[in-house]
């Protein structure tokens, strides 16, 4: 069998079938740890998306009506088979992103506490009643599907996120479109027989491959409602813009720049530890990975590198078939090349290079988009590795003297997504969580992704749009609230005219 034979040809999945791309424009799918494309998906027109947003159109009056007992019921049926294959959707994940089997399997569980979440639809759809708030009228709010919803992921968590951005819109009673990573669309397009399975109804759940062109049809159709994006700072706010100047309702989460507070009373080989996995691991590629420490003090900062810098020289970087790797590759060459260049302009901007990702063998030997684990010290706000999000596996230590000094640095970043403290200092902790302008904050927990039941969402430039991702919030970013007053009179009551305002 020739290498072409073994490349896949994907589709998308519309009103419950798969359907072929007509576009004949493809994008390739690596498996990143090998270097080799494994996939063809299809980049739908602008016209293939419109079909299908009419088939979801169509669909959603139907599951709109449909008790939410039995809406729920699919769900539960959805849940059990996640768990069911498990390991099939784990290779996939493996084999698309590159993340090791145990963290492909950790975000499937994260991707479980949305469902979770979701099957609690109906509590979260309760509404408020108010008898009698005048002459024989009962006033009551409920929370009404919003239709047809666009939903558009990242590559970096191929399952966790379709499921953390669909599966409450599902259940609450809309008809969803997702558009997948182009880079990682074969774990999406398993999730499709996986609802298929539940006896979701067709033309329910739909996903669109593509790019550009197809988002921009969602952003712009005006049977679409509301848009739930996750991806990069630039192109969430475009989304928003976009989104918003066409009437829809729109959440836009955008990347992160994370930092880890280190004060000087901290147990610093258990914060190196912890710092280790929350800033390395999938290869840096996490919107709550850790991006850099800021040690308070001179001489935290010189014991902590010390210590990181001879754990990091222990670190396994590889494909994930072979055991003990720590984590993969990045997602394409043209990622790892974007890496590069950033250590590169680091040195340029005299950081001082501790550890060198791009001295790791398999950077060098292998054909997959490996980089090492990089350190670079003494970087300082206005240099390139200090304000960007880098997405791979090059971390940053910044110098402050005081815990007041790294609050107003970080508060000073244009990102807000995440940030944690290691202390053993409660007075200090608390003084950082008052103080500090993120929207999610860790006390001695390295990555403070919070669980599905509370709200996920950063600040600042890290989140556009009102609405977050997990928790009671998104169930109302989903919904829309009607109020109604209703009166009804026995036959021996009379309603008389009034030409005033209506008051109680
Ligand atoms: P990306 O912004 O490149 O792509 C995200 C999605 O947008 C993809 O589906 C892609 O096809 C689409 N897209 C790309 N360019 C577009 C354009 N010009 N117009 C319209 N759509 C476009 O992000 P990525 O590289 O896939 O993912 C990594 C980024 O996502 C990182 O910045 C990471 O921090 C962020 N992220 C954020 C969160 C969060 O919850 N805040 C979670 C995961 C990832």
Redesign the pocket.
């Known amino acids: 069998m020739t290498v072409e034979q073994k490349v896949q040809q994907l589709h998308h999945y519309v009103n419950g079938e798969k359907v072929a791309g007509k576009s004949g424009n493809y994008a390739s799918v690596y498996n990143p740890s090998k270097g080799e494309e494994i996939a063809r998906v299809p980049l739908a027109t602008r016209e293939e998306v419109s079909e299908a947003i009419a088939t979801a159109k169509a669909a959603f009056k139907g599951w709109r009506n449909t008790s939410v007992g039995k809406r729920v019921e699919i769900l539960h049926r959805f849940r059990q088979l996640l768990v069911e294959n498990e390991q099939e959707l784990t290779e996939l994940i493996c084999t698309e992103s590159g993340k090791t089997r145990e963290d492909a399997k950790g975000e499937i569980t994260r991707g479980l506490e949305s469902v979770d979440m979701a099957i609690a639809a109906p509590q979260m759809l309760k509404g408020e009643y108010s008898v009698n708030v005048g002459g024989h009228i009962n006033a009551f709010s409920r929370k009404d599907a919003l239709g047809v919803v666009g939903t558009?992921?990242?590559?970096?968590?191929p399952v966790m996120?379709p499921l953390a951005i669909t599966s409450m819109a599902v259940a609450v009673g809309n008809a969803v479109i997702l558009?997948?990573?182009?880079?990682v669309p074969m774990s999406a397009l398993f999730l499709c027989e996986l609802w298929e399975k539940a006896g979701l109804p067709k033309g329910v759940w739909t996903v669109i491959n593509?790019?550009?062109e197809?988002?921009?049809e969602l952003?712009e159709n005006k049977d679409v409602q509301a848009i739930s994006?996750?991806?990069?700072?630039?192109?969430?706010e475009?989304?928003y813009a976009t989104g918003t100047k066409h009437g829809k309702r729109v959440a836009a989460?955008?990347?992160?720049k994370n930092f880890m507070v280190i004060m000087p009373d901290a147990d610093l080989e258990q914060t190196a530890n912890a710092f280790l996995g929350a800033a390395y691991g999938a290869a840096s590629?996490?919107?709550?990975a850790i991006s850099g420490a800021i040690p308070v003090g001179e001489d935290t900062a010189n014991r902590f590198v010390a210590i990181l810098k001879e754990k990091i020289s222990q670190l396994k970087v590889g494909d994930y078939q072979e055991a003990g790797v720590d984590f993969g590759p990045v997602?394409t060459q043209q990622?790892k090349d974007v890496v590069i260049e950033s250590i590169e302009r680091a040195i340029s901007e005299s950081a001082e290079v501790v550890v060198d990702g791009r001295d790791w063998d398999i950077v060098k030997e292998s054909k997959g988009f490996f980089v090492g684990p990089t350190l670079l010290d003494h970087v300082q706000p206005g240099m390139h590795a200090y304000e960007q999000?880098v997405?791979g596996p090059v971390r940053i230590v910044t110098r402050v003297s005081t815990l007041q000094e790294a609050i107003d640095l970080i508060n000073a970043h244009e990102l807000g997504?995440g940030v944690t403290i290691f202390t053993n200092n409660g007075g200090a902790a608390r003084h950082f969580e008052d103080e500090i302008d993120v929207g999610m904050v860790g006390v001695n927990v390295p990555i403070p992704i919070p669980v599905g039941y509370h709200n996920?969402?950063?600040f600042k430039r890290?989140?556009f749009g009102e609405g977050h991702?997990f928790g009671p919030d998104q169930a109302r970013f989903f919904t829309k609230t009607k109020t109604i007053s209703e009166k009804w009179l026995t036959a021996d009551e009379h309603a008389t005219t009034a030409f005033s305002f209506p008051s109680n």
């Open positions: 558009i992921a990242p590559f970096n968590f996120v558009k997948p990573s182009e880079k593509g790019g550009k197809a988002v921009d952003l994006f996750v991806g990069s700072t630039p192109i969430a475009y989304i989460f955008g990347g992160g590629q996490r919107c709550m997602i990622s999000e997405f997504n996920f969402g950063g890290s989140k991702m």
